[in-house]
């Protein structure tokens, strides 16, 4: 049983963190702090599959050789990608900052940046951001959505959550996240999402990582904005074992904490996708009926990432055609005379296609209603076989066009 | 030497065509026929790599298995897709009534179509419309440019070009083509492609393939207006011979005639991406430098097919962090700090980017004033290698969601 505690990233016991406001972007929180009480615990994170990677990507690699951390330090404004050996450099230097203050050392700390791509960190900002976020640093849950909210670009919203389980053994562990979507720093700014996700669970560092990359693979990298990936896109874990349970591992994972995690990363994946630039709709796509797990991924990915199915849904219109064509071209394998697709929402469910015949007229003017809600779900059951997926994306909306289409010069 | 003649489909000698109003579409001419004088001929066909593929299709397919065809029908205004046996009974009859007509079996019809998928065509229209069509065929060039606006959907303009050269033995050939672009027929109808071009070249149904496939691969699959595959997309050609040059093919192909055939595809993938639904720009992505030819196409692929771009396009915005970031994810290899980036249009030419390193401000802003254009290049150099492509698309804007998020209830 998974049950949700009031609060983010401070709402697990042994973890600090604070936002800032340093002057990187043009007003607000910018600066992101998070330490662990114990001092380096084992942590793992995800990058970005871009080729081009953001300087504090191979920073946090490097750092994370050992398989620890002690500390975080994520801004906004600036992705500090693209920047050469002055990037790596400001990047490193950046951690150095955080690990003379808490006293740890600098390959001990965490990098993550976000905002425009090819431009200098402001580091006179960083240094006094840091001074101040190290003052600061606290485990109440305000300074926890503070940190939330230092890491928002287009987001229209801080978004965080904390739950607690009780694992095999019978211990009852925390874990907290706050991530970032895929928005804009500016206007005029890529892309990027970012998660950091904290728990007191005892689990080394494989363990860890391997159940950050099993979370990952069904909830961020289910989401599609806009299908285009960003050079800085990180998902850092960190355990720091305070809840003193039978160490987690790669080899004896847990089921518990595993559905605990993905949990908290789907809730967050969720929030993403809601709050996609210009989003009026939260768009969920359920396959089932596949006959692989990657079937099932790729083909909800294509519904869901389909610039005619997201108009489509913007336009409150069930335009099963284009998810027909969009399944098609995913490269799923499927038997077009066994499709069924229905929609789904608050309002209720229509069944618009069953094995491969359009139901009726009648079905058709539901669905219409079905799709006025804010959350819409797409269930395709491709009846190829057992296996299933589900995809998170949003509406494309003129309101997408207009960020995206503002000036940087 | 390509020269430039008039007309389209009816310039080139031995072929006659049409266009009429069936009653298919809400008005406008929405059925073309084209029609050899000399009966079936070698002709060659490229279909969508969309598992769910339109009646007409597999018909078409089936029709072509000897390598010949004496006409085409085509249609606008249904793509009779995702129909059932009904469909393909429908489009077998479609074919028989152009063959009973034109006095020719029915197995030499070809047949396309484009609409909504998933409802019927409207059989009595289709009737009454071949009827008039075969009485209306002509040499003309009107009745080619009436052909070329039957098979319009959202297109703001037929589309149609033609060409004279002189092949490698001397004798003088001739290409005609008409092309549709990706757009809906009406706003809620799913985006094709169709293409037919005809030559009086003399050619094996084979040296016709091959040439039809090298000439779509660097032009139509060039093409991104949306990133959405149609379930109807088809590129048609024939040859009747008349030309009598000596017989191309595909072990004796024709280099001059492949320059012909590759300008004709060329200015069609051209004018799609030109006319792609609400585009107020026609982007060209040229990629050099790449390490092998399919590298240079993927990456030219990825940064003209990238919604945020795109949307940079629509802005007359040159963030260049964009095209990095698309280029990143293409799956090409590459160097990022062997990078080089610059903007060309009308207007002059700007470098943004070369080889890792920002140029100017100046530069940026320059890029600005060369973005007012309407035709905008990105020329790109990956630094990598030798090889290059180039790919076509449009940018997004506004206009694009509100065509495509309209009813179709």
Redesign the interface.
């Known amino acids: 049983m998974v049950s949700i505690i009031e609060g983010g990233l401070t709402s697990v016991p042994g973890f600090r963190a604070t936002g800032v406001e340093a002057g990187i972007k043009h007003g607000g929180l910018d600066l992101l702090l998070l330490s662990s009480d114990k001092g380096p615990i084992p942590a793992a994170a995800l990058f970005t ?5 953001g300087s504090p990507l191979q920073i946090t690699k490097e750092h994370l050789q050992n398989g620890k951390l002690g500390a975080v330090v994520a801004n906004s404004g600036c ?1 500090n ?2 920047t ?1 050996q002055q990037g790596i450099q400001d990047a490193r230097e950046t951690a150095e900052l955080v690990a003379e203050l808490l006293d740890i050392n600098p390959g001990d700390v965490g990098v993550a940046s976000t905002g ?3 431009t200098r960190l402001p580091m006179n900002q960083i240094r006094e951001g840091i001074k101040k976020a190290v003052k600061q640093l606290s485990n109440s849950w305000e300074d926890g959505t503070k940190a939330a909210k230092a890491i928002m670009t287009t987001d229209t919203c801080p978004k965080e959550i904390a739950i607690e389980l009780e694992l095999e053994d019978g211990t009852r562990t925390t874990i907290g996240g706050a991530t970032k979507g895929a928005g804009m720093i500016h206007p ?4 990027t999402m970012l998660a950091f996700i904290v728990t007191d669970a005892s689990m080394t560092p494989a363990g860890l990582r391997s159940a950050l990359q099993r979370s990952a693979d069904n909830s961020f990298n289910m989401v599609s904005i ?6 800085n896109d990180m998902a850092l874990a960190m355990a720091n074992g305070l809840a003193k349970n039978d160490r987690i591992t790669k080899k004896h994972p847990s089921k518990k904490f595993q559905k605990g995690l993905d949990f908290v990363t789907t809730e967050l994946a969720r929030m993403i996708a809601r709050d996609g630039e210009g989003a009026t709709h939260l768009l969920e796509v359920h396959v089932e009926g596949a006959e692989s797990r990657k079937d099932a991924r790729i083909a909800a990915r294509a519904v869901v990432g ?3 199915v997201k ?2 849904v ?9 998810i ?6 995913s490269g ?3 038997d ?2 066994k499709l069924s697709i229905s929609f789904k929402s608050e309002e209720g469910e229509s069944l618009i296609l069953f094995r ?3 139901t009726s007229e009648e079905n ?2 539901r ?2 209603e079905v799709m006025g809600e804010e959350k819409i779900e797409i269930h395709i059951d491709l009846g190829a076989g057992q296996e299933s997926s589900t995809a998170w994306g949003c509406d ?3 309101e ?3 960020i ?6």
């Open positions: 599959s871009n080729l081009v990677k992705a990608a693209y050469g425009l791509i090819g005029d700014l890529h892309a806009d299908r285009d990936t960003s050079t389909s610039n005619l108009a489509a913007f336009g409150e219109d069930p335009n099963w055609g284009r027909v064509a969009a399944l098609g071209y799923a394998s499927f077009p005379s491969g015949k359009t058709l003017i669905a219409e494309l909306s003129k997408y066009v207009e995206n289409s503002k000036y940087i010069t």
